[in-house]
């Protein structure tokens, strides 16, 4: 079957076009919005729910290998220092202990606290740590900075001495990367822009300027990086990791120890979450998989190294924070110029860029500059977190607009209206305002503030955008039809939460007619084929189309083997309920027909040509279809004790076709309070002068927790794109990007004075609210005066 | 974690005299705060002895609340957060002693947590709960919070030591004008009024209570709230679901013809101790309940604040919160 056009339903449900879309040879015919499905697009519950939550689902902290033994990792107390010697012997006698590792030699410089030193392999995980006290280190000490507007100073510490090589991973946004020459601490990103912002703002009769400051924020996945290593041969290895890309943890592993990549196999069944910061065999600040491995082929028995919350909060990744000061202008009551010049840290690593928010999504903007910079701190590195970059830019541009239209009097969603020019944004934008109550509520907020309520309500609303990544070729995809009517898919595919393998199931459920019960799903395993990692919004988009491509293949054959039962020629055989073959006047039931198979099973494979088209086919704000999204929130803040409590989202998304409203919404949901918890009251605090993480614990590093948690409400806007055979496209990311912004609109509605710094805690609020005694604070109204050395600039 | 014993014994003296017998023995109520202190590697001890364990009258008197012959009642030191919660645990002139267990940590945590652990429990000070770093409260020569990050520090009677103090049940304690029990060795109980339980940094920053190794403090002893008595409590965190409070307040008080009497006002996370907030009890005593008065008392209780740098905001909040704890005891409507 060669290439073919087809011609399809597709857009934004209600606007609604016949659409001619050239397709790949071996091509399924896309769903599109005339598809009639009856299992994709329904709310199935998770097929591995009960496992999870009678605990009977095994992650890779349950891993429990016969000999294994438990490493623990020696960190270097310091955030800048030489390693003079190092001297394990003494570790090596202790009880227990199998293997001893010097993982930093005499000479090597360590750049941040937390940095591997050392590790161990012992009988007992307390055994373990116990010798890590009688490693022998002498260091010696260092100058360092570890905070964003200390390490640009001319006289800083110098973090890096030579050129940063680039981390990337899954977890990034495909696209510009890269960076300029360093200088001092400060390295430039890749520039965007479009007209000239500096001619722009000019031209304005408006401007506003201010600063506003995010935190860095760790991932705090609940269960912590690491993994288990077994050596199979001296050339083989089977891993069990907690990760959201198998084949990256095996390519990683392969890469270490010398071995062909098909002879490590990795294994993740469940996983407690990641987002972001689980690709590769290492965390982005700790070799753990080279560690793992190196004491297992010394003690020769698996070991396991999982790491302990502190270590989860230093060492293995984080959302840079930024400093991002926004120049935003208007002319004629338009939003005519925007420029942002953002410094963020991401430790020792890179990619404190702010996203795509300014330049991406107000498109009818005709002047915008951002320039982002990596400032180099000796702290531990930042990492893809779900939608690098975008929750920073998002709050940056969404408060700054908020204020300009304050200045301009003009309601602040009219201003994004009129600055937007995505069709499927600005219908959500629209829909959205009239459900939320948009209007009387913005009413409500101005009556409280002239009445000088005690405790005030406000709403605001910010946007998203993420492009579609779908990745064509990564997943190959297996599927079985057995010989007593069991449907096996198989793909490599970790589940990292958002209940891809239920959608699988569902794919295959569809395609065959069958009951959900007869179609089992092999997953979490490299021996199951090639798939993607669970990062950038594109695990659905790239795998349920590879699936849907084997099982149409392999429908295929059983409709040959059909029309030989039915003694009819193949075209004529018609599919029916639960699977039930008809042709020449005849039937046949799935499972008789499944007992005629030659051999054990019907098997076909099949992978994800590259994305053909897309509708609607105006995108505006960048090169693959945009996803879109808008949230409105709304809150309450108690002006006598300055707390904020957020108490409701809507959250207005796209994801192209739904496949599951169930796990969709839990990927909202979580999204939001992700989101919700940033804006409120997630911050990594280093201690300027020691150098030292504060609250490395999830007791002072505080995430939201159920009563934190707003009403939240989930509107879809359903799209059928035609990028794909499934029609899917992602969710993950955008779901988290508006909340925080949304939330800080709020703020700046309930008080009429902006809070320009997350979280948004009581001190802020109360900053704000000119309530605080002694001198005022110096800058701007972000009251990064609340924490004088709270680490942000 | 090091391994550890976990001792019964079926008597207080038994128990206190094993714990005196030997160091790395330390004794275990609910066990939450000590827990947290061996994860942390901050202590290691070799013996857990189980209060749990004590039986007899002993035992009931340690986990029982009873009200005595005089109308008091007596609190043991064994009693959790999540029975002293319960609404039917306590007159209504003490709710809030209800009220600040309730809002005390988890459910979970709530439901092994007890009223002896919660009382003796050591600071949350992110450097002294920090194993690498030697501040003056671990032997160290300063305060790592003073010129450090002390965003949830002390503002009122700081120095040298600025923690402020971890029990929510303490300021309410306060308030209620509470007396713990204690056994001493040789089987001896005293009694002393709940302030001076709490030691000050200025006698010595290492500690904040006054109990010797080897006593035990066995009940919280709460007089018979008077006629008309009425309490409430509450605190400003910064997360709802298990935080840490920024500032509690508790009240104490009965109106008589108008007038607000037996005023007494303790607030918690604001100093190394369980603060009275004697200034504002002043503003307070023998004037009618009004918004304005409320609003003038908030003043006086921060009068001798000395906030650090970076805590100034915790002025304001702690103001606000008792005028909120104000308006609810005194039962006058809150402002919209």
Same mark, same amino acid.
């Given at each position: +079957?060669?290439?073919?056009?087809?011609?399809?339903?597709?857009?934004?449900?209600?606007?609604?076009?016949?659409?001619?879309?050239?397709?790949?040879?071996?091509?399924?015919?896309?769903?599109?919005?005339?598809?009639?499905?009856?299992?994709?697009?329904?709310?199935?519950?998770?097929?591995?729910?009960?496992?999870?939550?009678?605990?009977?689902?095994?992650?890779?902290?349950?891993?429990?290998?016969?000999? +294994?033994?438990?490493?623990?990792?020696?960190?270097?107390?310091?955030?800048?220092?030489?390693?003079?010697?190092?001297?394990?012997?003494?570790?090596?006698?202790?009880?227990?202990?199998?293997?001893?590792?010097?993982?930093?030699?005499?000479?090597?410089?360590?750049? &941040?606290?937390?940095?591997?030193?050392?590790?161990?392999?012992?009988?007992?995980?307390?055994?373990?740590?116990?010798?890590?006290?009688?490693?022998?280190?002498?260091?010696?000490?260092?100058? &360092?900075?570890?905070?964003?507007?200390?390490?640009?100073?001319?006289?800083?510490?110098?973090?890096?001495?030579?050129?940063?090589?680039?981390?990337?991973?899954?977890?990034?946004?495909?696209?510009?990367?890269?960076?300029?020459?360093?200088?001092?601490?400060?390295?430039?990103?890749?520039?965007?822009?479009?007209?000239?912002?500096?001619?722009?703002?000019?031209?304005?009769?408006?401007? %506003?300027?201010?600063?506003?400051?995010?935190?860095?924020q760790t991932h705090s996945a609940l269960e912590t990086h690491g993994l288990v290593v077994r050596w199979d041969g001296p050339k083989a290895m089977t891993v069990w990791a907690s990760t959201q890309g198998i084949f990256s943890v095996r390519d990683e592993m392969a890469e270490i120890f010398g071995l062909r990549a098909q002879d490590v196999r990795v294994i993740t069944e469940f996983m407690g979450g990641g987002f972001g910061a689980k690709f590769g065999a290492s965390a982005p600040g700790s070799r753990l998989g080279f560690i793992a491995g190196e004491l297992s082929r010394a003690a020769k028995a698996p070991v396991k190294l999982m790491c302990d919350r502190h270590e989860e909060h230093v060492c293995t990744g984080n959302r840079p924070d930024s400093r991002q000061a926004v120049k935003i202008g208007a002319k004629a009551g338009k939003l005519h110029a925007i420029d942002v010049e953002a410094y963020g840290t991401a430790g020792v690593g890179t990619g404190a860029g702010v996203g795509r928010n300014a330049i991406g999504i107000y498109t009818r903007c005709p002047n915008v500059r951002v320039r982002a910079h990596d400032v180099f701190t000796h702290g531990g590195p930042g990492t893809a977190m779900r939608a690098p970059g975008h929750p920073q830019g998002a709050f940056a541009i969404e408060l700054a607009i908020d204020e300009l239209g304050a200045k301009l009097g003009v309601d602040p969603l009219q201003l994004r209206l009129a600055s937007d020019e995505h069709p499927v944004r600005l219908e959500q934008f629209r829909k959205g305002a009239e459900r939320f109550g948009w209007a009387e509520l913005r009413t409500r907020s101005a009556a409280l503030r002239q009445r000088g309520a005690r405790v005030?309500?406000?709403?605001?609303?910010?946007?998203?955008?993420?492009?579609?990544?779908?990745?064509?070729?990564?997943?190959?995809?297996?599927?079985?039809?057995?010989?007593?009517?069991?449907?096996?898919?198989?793909?490599?595919?970790?589940?990292?939460?958002?209940?891809?393998?239920?959608?699988?199931?569902?794919?295959?459920?569809?395609? &065959?007619?069958?009951?959900?019960?007869?179609?089992?799903?092999?997953?979490?395993?490299?021996?199951?084929?090639?798939?993607?990692?669970?990062?950038?919004?594109?695990?659905?988009?790239?795998?349920?189309?590879?699936?849907?491509?084997?099982?149409?293949?392999?429908?295929?054959?059983?409709?040959?083997?059909?029309?030989?039962?039915?003694?009819?020629?193949?075209?004529?055989?018609?599919?029916?309920?639960?699977?039930?073959?008809?042709?020449?006047?005849?039937?046949?039931?799935?499972?008789?027909?499944?007992?005629?198979?030659?051999?054990?099973?019907?098997?076909?494979?099949?992978?994800?040509?590259?994305?053909?088209?897309?509708?609607p086919m105006a995108f505006p704000g960048g090169k693959q279809y945009q996803i879109a999204g808008v949230q409105f929130a709304e809150v309450e803040v108690d002006t006598w004790t300055g707390l904020v409590r957020a108490t409701?989202?809507?959250?207005?998304?796209?994801?192209?076709?739904? +496949?599951?409203?169930?796990?969709?919404r839990s990927q909202v949901n979580g999204g939001v309070i992700l989101g919700t918890s940033y804006a409120l009251m997630e911050e990594r605090v280093l201690d300027p002068d020691l150098g030292r993480m504060l609250n490395a614990n999830l007791e002072s590093y505080k995430i939201a927790g159920a009563r934190d948690v707003p009403e939240i409400e989930v509107m879809l806007t359903e799209v059928h794109p035609g990028a794909n055979n499934t029609g899917a496209v992602g969710i993950g990311e955008p779901a988290t990007i508006p909340t925080a912004a949304a939330i800080a609109c709020a703020v700046h509605d309930a008080l009429g004075t902006a809070v320009r710094s997350l979280p948004i805690t009581p001190a802020k609020v109360l900053a704000a609210l000119g309530k605080i005694p002694g001198p005022p604070a110096a800058g701007d109204a972000s009251p990064a005066s609340a924490s004088p050395k709270g680490g942000t600039p | 974690m090091n391994r550890f014993s976990i001792v019964r014994l079926p008597t207080l003296e038994a128990a206190a005299a094993r714990v005196a017998g030997g160091d790395g023995r330390v004794l275990r109520a609910g066990g939450i705060d000590l827990i947290d202190h061996m994860k942390e590697g901050l202590v290691a001890?070799?013996?857990?002895?189980?209060? %749990?364990?004590?039986?007899?009258?002993?035992?009931?008197?340690?986990?029982?609340?009873?009200?005595?012959?005089?109308?008091?009642?007596?609190?043991?030191?064994?009693?959790?957060?999540?029975?002293?919660?319960?609404?039917?645990?306590?007159?209504?002139?003490?709710?809030?002693?209800?009220?600040?267990?309730?809002?005390?940590?988890?459910?979970?945590?709530?439901?092994?947590?007890?009223?002896?652990?919660?009382?003796?429990?050591?600071?949350?000070?992110?450097?002294?709960? %920090?194993?690498?770093?030697?501040?003056?409260?671990?032997?160290?020569? +300063?305060?790592?919070?003073?010129?450090?990050?002390?965003?949830?520090?002390?503002?009122?009677?700081?120095?040298?030591?600025?923690?402020?103090?971890?029990?929510?049940?303490?300021?309410?304690?306060?308030?209620l004008d509470a007396r713990v029990q204690v056994l001493s060795p040789g089987n001896k109980a005293r009694e002393l009024p709940i302030e001076q339980l709490f030691v000050g940094p200025t006698v010595d920053p290492t500690r904040e209570h006054v109990l010797q190794p080897g006593e035990i403090l066995l009940a919280v002893h709460l007089p018979a709230p008077a006629a008309g008595q009425r309490s409430a409590y509450a605190a400003v965190q910064e997360k709802q679901s298990q935080d840490w409070p920024l500032a509690e307040a508790s009240v104490r008080l009965r109106i008589d013809g108008g007038r607000l009497r037996d005023v007494?006002?303790?607030?918690?996370?604001?100093?190394?101790?369980?603060?009275?907030?004697?200034?504002?009890?002043?503003?307070?005593?023998?004037?009618?309940?009004?918004?304005?008065l409320f609003a003038r008392a908030a003043e006086a209780a921060t009068s001798p604040a000395k906030p650090l740098p970076g805590n100034a905001y915790k002025v304001p909040l702690v103001q606000g919160l008792l005028r909120e704890v104000l308006h609810d005891a005194a039962g006058v409507p809150l402002p919209e």
């Open positions: +079957m060669a290439e073919r056009k087809e011609t399809l339903n597709l857009g934004l449900v209600g606007q609604l076009r016949k659409v001619r879309v050239t397709l790949p040879e071996g091509e399924a015919r896309p769903w599109d919005a005339d598809a009639t499905l009856t299992v994709v697009g329904t709310p199935v519950p998770r097929i591995d729910g009960h496992l999870k939550a009678s605990g009977r689902a095994k992650y890779t902290f349950d891993v429990a290998l016969p000999g +294994m033994l438990w490493a623990a990792v020696l960190r270097s107390p310091h955030p800048a220092a030489r390693v003079v010697s190092i001297d394990t012997s003494a570790a090596s006698k202790r009880p227990g202990v199998k293997a001893v590792l010097a993982v930093a030699k005499p000479g090597d410089v360590l750049l &941040f606290a937390g940095q591997d030193v050392a590790a161990v392999a012992a009988e007992r995980p307390e055994q373990a740590r116990d010798a890590l006290a009688h490693i022998a280190v002498e260091y010696e000490r260092r100058p &360092f900075v570890v905070d964003t507007v200390g390490a640009v100073k001319p006289k800083a510490p110098l973090v890096h001495r030579a050129a940063v090589e680039e981390r990337r991973t899954e977890g990034d946004e495909p696209g510009a990367a890269g960076g300029g020459k360093a200088s001092g601490n400060v390295r430039p990103l890749p520039q965007s822009a479009r007209g000239d912002a500096v001619k722009g703002l000019a031209q304005c009769d408006v401007v %506003h300027e201010a600063t506003y400051v995010t935190p860095v005030r309500r406000g709403v605001g609303v910010a946007a998203s955008i993420w492009g579609d990544f779908g990745r064509a070729n990564a997943a190959v995809a297996t599927v079985s039809v057995l010989r007593d009517g069991t449907i096996e898919l198989a793909n490599g595919v970790q589940d990292i939460g958002g209940g891809i393998v239920t959608v699988l199931a569902q794919i295959g459920a569809e395609v &065959f007619g069958r009951p959900l019960s007869t179609v089992r799903v092999r997953f979490g395993d490299s021996a199951h084929g090639p798939s993607v990692g669970s990062g950038g919004s594109q695990t659905t988009s790239s795998v349920t189309p590879a699936v849907r491509n084997a099982c149409e293949k392999a429908r295929a054959a059983l409709a040959q083997l059909a029309a030989k039962q039915l003694r009819c020629a193949v075209e004529e055989v018609r599919w029916g309920e639960e699977g039930v073959a008809r042709g020449g006047g005849g039937s046949i039931t799935f499972t008789q027909l499944c007992k005629k198979i030659d051999g054990e099973a019907i098997v076909a494979t099949a992978t994800r040509p590259e994305t053909y088209g897309h509708e409701r989202v809507l959250a207005v998304h796209d994801c192209g076709r739904v +496949m599951n409203p169930l796990t969709l | 001890p070799d013996e857990l002895v189980e209060l %749990h364990a004590v039986g007899g009258d002993e035992g009931r008197l340690l986990r029982g609340v009873e009200t005595e012959g005089d109308g008091s009642l007596r609190v043991g030191a064994l009693v959790t957060l999540a029975q002293l919660a319960d609404a039917s645990t306590l007159p209504a002139g003490l709710r809030a002693l209800g009220q600040a267990a309730g809002q005390a940590a988890t459910p979970g945590i709530r439901n092994a947590a007890t009223v002896g652990g919660n009382l003796l429990q050591r600071p949350r000070c992110w450097y002294y709960r %920090h194993v690498d770093l030697v501040c003056l409260k671990k032997g160290g020569d +300063m305060c790592l919070a003073q010129t450090g990050d002390h965003r949830y520090h002390a503002i009122l009677g700081g120095g040298p030591s600025y923690i402020v103090h971890a029990s929510s049940l303490a300021s309410a304690l306060c308030a007494r006002v303790g607030l918690g996370h604001v100093a190394p101790v369980p603060w009275r907030a004697r200034e504002a009890e002043a503003v307070l005593e023998g004037q009618a309940p009004t918004a304005e």
